[in-house]
């Protein structure tokens, strides 16, 4: 079963969720089950849940305070008025993982904690999961918010990740980050800045679990729903920014453009790190938690 964790556990702590079991200490990547935590608890007793599936980073895992310190700062821009439970991952990750499969470990965490479904925002790979959650089990997302994701991934988005994980193989963590960061944007100015700062932050950016991060990364890599979006049942909004080096506009307005109802927002001048800083963002998606 999944393990929910409402606080910050104090002192050595042993989380365990058969099959896999996670330790803190020292040998922080073993096994670990995919487990929900509560970030914020809302404005009000009783405020509904929304679940965050946070993209790729050294944080993706929630494991330690530290890491949940950052998720908590990192979603300061979207000032939520909801009660917010963020998805650790699972980590250890096997050989030939998929989208399909951490969607339903996702769709598993959020059965274990709650009765019904539940609005779900996914952002950047966290969004692909996301996305492929609400297609595979329908049952447990009540509404989809998809920021700086698409229904695939292609071009130079799809080449520049893929380069990341052969810099990752290849021992290069700095190069990875260096790739990583600078193709959040379009813009070569801002690349060559980008590239510099991940050369210089390196695991600061990019982890110390290079085996999820690849396995994570080749998941995405043969992510591809185009073929299935049009079975998509929830009520969904993409916000994607037009500087987005991931993805481009298009990709945004294919993924929506066959869903009933689905809406796409799209944001001037914003790349794929920037989206959640404009404060059109926090509004669209508050406006839309409030139509119940």
Known sequence: ?????EQD???PSEWSSAPRIWRSGPDQLRPADVFLWRAARGPRRGSAPLVYVPGLGPHSTNRTRWERFVQRVEMIPLRLDREVWIVGRLTALGAGTTMASLAADHARAIRSRFDGPVDVLGESTGGSIALQLALDHPEVVKRLFLVSAAVAMRGSGRAAQREVGRSLRAGAPRRAAGIMLAHTTRRPLQRRLLTAAGFLLGRVVIGANDHDLIAEIEAEDRLDLR?????LSVPTVLIGGSDDGYYSPELFAETTEHVDGAEYVALPDKGHMTVTTDRTVAREIRERLREE
Do not use: F, K, N, T
Request: glycine share 8%; aromatic share 0%.
């Open 9 to 11: 556990p104090s002192g």
């Open 1 to 5: 079963m999944a393990i929910d964790v």
């Open 227 to 231: 073929s299935r979006i049009d079975q």
